[in-house]
């Protein structure tokens, strides 16, 4: 690779660092964005076609539904961006964003692909980061809260278990 090129390289991930895009970016997509949800179907036998009752409908339980990541359009709100947030066990896979069409940014693994730093994109970025802060702030407790929740649910279940299995 030319060195000039290995520069530029250099010289834009500094920028995306400086201006903490990839934080802001991550801001915005939670808390406007969608979540994508992956649902695993466990595996099932498969029925008997010429059986003459209906055969049962199995049901999913909650371990078996994964969030893969978030997904926010900004046409709703007059901006011509995407912002597409891929998550792999809970961490960040990658951020892909569009603007009016072309991509501007690509971060991957933790390392930043591409950036085009036009301050028309970044303008729009930094004016829904502003909005996006304080409903993160607010997802990020009620998410808490909701944690707290399920945690004594399982450790309730747990113990009620450990009961029926000893016999207290």
């Not at 055969?55 to 359009?73: A, C, K, T, W």
């Amino acid at each position: 690779m030319n060195d000039r090129i290995k520069s530029l390289i250099d010289k834009r991930t500094f920028e995306a660092t400086r201006k903490e895009i990839s934080k802001k970016l991550q801001t915005i997509v939670k808390a406007f964005g969608k979540p994508v949800i992956e649902q695993v179907i466990p595996y099932t036998i498969l029925p008997d076609f010429w059986e003459t009752e209906a055969p049962e409908i199995p049901e999913v339980s909650d371990d078996n539904i994964h969030l893969r990541g978030y997904y926010f359009d900004g046409l709703s709100r007059g901006i011509n961006i995407t912002i597409k947030l891929t998550m792999h066990d809970s961490r960040m896979a990658e951020l892909r964003v569009t603007w009016n069409g072309y991509q501007v940014y690509l971060e991957s693994d933790g390392e930043l692909k591409s950036y085009a730093p036009f301050s028309s994109w970044e303008d729009a970025m930094d004016r829904l980061y502003t909005y996006a802060k304080p409903t993160a702030e607010e997802k990020i407790k009620e998410d808490k809260l909701k944690q707290k929740e399920a945690d004594k649910k399982k450790a309730k279940s747990i113990m009620e278990k450990l009961r029926l299995l000893w016999g207290y």
